[in-house]
């Protein structure tokens, strides 16, 4: 298991920037995948961007171009850049773990934390 806490988030304007940082209990080295999702009001949660394998990244079509996914794991941090934001990126953004266990998969997630993009 794997706790995962978030921060970072909190009010911007259109076309500002965030960085949100993810810091995990322990090491992430050997994890699957680590990412991003996002659940705006009356949606379903969506996944923003993942590091899978440790290095192949994976963005949703929305977001490519403006977030970047990164992970340092001397900190056992991962973080979201993101830019140029929008309205429609307003949403409550969770961190997501994912690992091996046996013949299985383990998802652990963060408690979120609160992107409001508005003027």
């Known amino acids: 298991q794997v706790q995962l806490v978030e921060s970072g988030g909190g009010l911007v304007q259109p076309g500002g920037s965030l960085r949100l940082s993810c810091a995990a209990s322990?090491?992430?080295?050997?994890?699957?995948?680590m990412g991003w999702y996002r659940q705006a009001p009356g949606k379903q949660r969506e996944l923003v961007a993942a590091?899978?394998?440790?290095?192949?990244?994976n963005y949703a079509d929305s977001v490519k171009g403006r977030f970047t996914i990164s992970r340092d794991d001397a900190k056992n941090t991962v973080y979201l850049q993101m830019n140029s934001l929008k309205p429609e990126d307003t949403a409550v953004y969770y961190c997501?773990?994912?690992?091996?266990?046996?013949?299985?998969?383990?998802?652990?997630w963060g408690q979120g934390t609160q992107v409001t993009v508005s003027s």
């Open positions: 997501h773990a994912q690992s091996v266990v046996g013949p299985g998969i383990r998802d652990d």
């Open positions: 590091i899978i394998s440790g290095s192949r990244t």
């Open positions: 322990r090491s992430i080295f050997s994890l699957y995948a």
